[in-house]
């Protein structure tokens, strides 16, 4: 069959394969995409022209040991085999040794080929020892696809592992029995060289010393005769506040001289929280370090030599500060060990009060109102921000109008006309244009109705009463010039209470000069109000700032309360032309 040619009609399908699985040609070495160009076709069935690598040695393994139809990492789980050897290294600069002999066991690991070498620990060696080669398959040479296997292994071998050669003497019993089961011959065992360095540390090692027992039972009692009832107390602190819920705790310290044990007793303050139980440490015999087990080995315990103010001990891992004592335990001290007085002065253990930290409010974000987000820095549970309900109800309905114009634009922008609308019940602002015929913009809002902040500073927000005609006002990026203002507002700001007076006489003299300078007479802004805005023969006043801005006349706030104080003291918002030519007319007195 392997001889007809690969044509249809020519090959049948194997009905006994059961296995279509695809191998994996691609993949990833050290994060480096690779081809594995020696991947098996379909079901693990080799290509035209490609040969399957056989392991021969796990193949050989597991016929030894009867499990031939059994995964290697079951049939040889737990099972190693163990050789002992030794490389030489040199050592440089040292007149004790030209060079060291450094044992080391290779364990091979069947299961998976797998070898890992570890050097035996020495005292004092001076270098670090231990695991010298960690478990993986070890390369055979320089070659990347061959690895070492245990029919490569042999005693007397020189093994060349990473730059070092490393020479096998000798092997364990179970390593023996397996090579003979497989039927390989080992050589015969060798013997470890000389080492100089071993034999430098059996001639330098000190003998044992040997000194007569004392029988500990004699010391104890001629201690308790000597110190009974005598107890010194040292006030200590255990500052727990590193795990949660942690507390800065003071207790005090018991320490028995009669046999040199300690108890800890917790001194509890009035509403602490505490359970009413002061015994925290049963008296006994403190050890300096806590492995977690009861060994009575431990012969490393805490003296009085090992207590001081100002020092820490530590007590079941948990670490106390002593830092002050009775007067008992400072003339013991000062009498037995000898201590300076001035050493044994307490210890300060209060801290300064933390600086409350400053509540910093960040940025608003640009969604919603700056009142609303606030809400949500200063409350768990954000709630709707308060309004000032008697100034809404009091001020509903009432806005200041301005007529506006864009102080900085390009030419294509100087006809543009708006309202700035400011409302005094929540003294929010809005900006509308109105139409104009044939002017290319559309007409209808031109910023939403929301609270503006002031440009010179930006933590105060504008009200109404900061708007004044003749004043630039920049409203994000937006510079508008207020040319004027409807009558109701001017009456409403003459009616502001603590507004400064204006002088009637002053501004209109300035009014005069500024229509002079701009070559308009009095009877001209009369006529530039035609029929249709005159009101019984009457004239509006709004329609008369208007006239005298479209002659280029720049009026002032101060310039239209005058208007409106000399010539609409009733609040009409109408004016006679006669009283209106003789207040614009400079040859006319003003008085």
Not at 136 to 163: M, Q
Not at 276 to 300: C, E, I, W, Y
Not at 384 to 412: H, I, Q, S, V
Not at 461 to 466: A, C, E, H, V
């Amino acid at each position: 069959m392997s001889q007809l040619p690969f044509l249809p009609g020519y090959r049948r399908p194997d009905p006994t394969k059961t296995d279509f699985k695809k191998s994996h040609a691609f993949g990833f070495r050290n994060d480096v995409p690779v081809f594995n160009g020696e991947a098996p076709g379909i079901g693990g069935d080799p290509l035209r022209g490609q040969t399957i690598r056989d392991n021969r040695s796990r193949a050989l393994a597991q016929r030894v040991e009867g499990v031939e139809n059994v995964p290697s990492f079951i049939a040889f789980d737990r099972k190693v085999l163990r050789f002992f050897g030794f490389f030489q290294e040199g050592v440089h600069e040292s007149r004790l040794e030209n060079y060291r002999i450094r044992r080391v066991k290779l364990y091979y690991y069947l299961e998976d080929d797998s070898i890992q070498i570890n050097e035996e620990k020495q005292d004092n060696a001076g270098i670090p020892q231990g695991c010298l080669v960690k478990r993986h398959r070890l390369p055979k040479g320089e070659s990347e696809e061959e690895f070492v296997t245990f029919e490569d292994l042999d005693l007397r071998l020189r093994l060349p592992v990473y730059g070092r050669v490393i020479y096998l003497t000798d092997c364990d019993d179970f390593t023996k029995r397996f090579y003979a089961r497989a039927g390989l011959q080992l050589s015969e065992p060798d013997t470890l060289p000389h080492d100089p360095f071993l034999e430098h540390q059996a001639k330098t090692r000190p003998a044992p010393r040997i000194s007569k027992p004392v029988d500990p039972e004699k010391l104890a009692f001629r201690q308790f005769l000597s110190h009974d009832r005598e107890v010194l107390r040292f006030y200590c602190v255990w500052d727990d506040r590193s795990a949660s819920f942690g507390d800065v705790r003071k207790f005090v310290l018991h320490y028995f001289l009669a046999d040199d044990t300690i108890e800890i007793r917790e001194m509890h303050s009035p509403n602490s929280g505490y359970d009413a139980a002061s015994l925290f440490v049963r008296r006994q015999r403190m050890p300096k370090v806590f492995t977690g087990m009861t060994d009575h080995r431990v012969r490393n315990f805490y003296t009085d030599a090992d207590l001081m103010i100002g020092r820490t001990i530590r007590a079941f891992n948990r670490d106390f500060l002593m830092y002050d004592a009775d007067a008992f335990t400072k003339d013991f001290y000062t009498r037995t060990h000898g201590v300076d007085s001035a050493l044994l002065e307490p210890v300060s253990i209060s801290e300064p009060r933390p600086t409350p930290p400053v509540r910093e409010v960040p940025p608003h974000l640009g969604f919603g109102s700056e009142e609303d987000s606030l809400t949500s820095c200063l409350h768990l549970y954000p709630k709707a921000p308060r309004k000032d309900w008697p100034k809404m109800l009091e001020n509903e309905g009432r806005a200041f109008r301005f007529t506006a114009r864009l102080a900085e634009c390009p030419p294509t922008d100087a006809e543009r006309r708006f309202i700035v609308s400011a409302f005094l019940s929540d003294d929010t602002l809005s900006v509308f244009e109105p139409p104009a015929r044939n002017s290319g913009f559309v007409a209808g809002k031109f910023l939403e109705r929301r609270k503006f902040k002031k440009p010179d500073d930006p933590a105060v927000y504008m009200t109404p009463f900061d708007l004044q005609v003749g004043q630039v006002v920049d409203l994000f990026g937006h510079k508008l010039l207020l040319m004027d203002a409807d009558d109701h507002t001017l009456h409403e700001v003459l009616a502001v209470p603590g507004r400064a007076p204006v002088s009637p006489d002053a501004e209109l003299r300035r009014l005069q000069e500024a229509m002079i300078e701009a070559q308009i007479s009095a009877p001209e802004v009369v006529a530039q109000c035609d029929a249709a805005e005159a009101d019984g023969g009457r004239i509006k006043l709004a329609f008369v700032r208007r006239a005298l801005i479209e002659w280029g006349v720049h009026l002032d706030e101060a310039m239209c309360l005058s208007l409106v104080v000399r010539l609409d003291p009733g609040k009409t918002t109408l004016v006679d032309p006669t009283e209106l030519i003789a207040a614009l007319s400079p040859d006319v007195p003003t008085a």
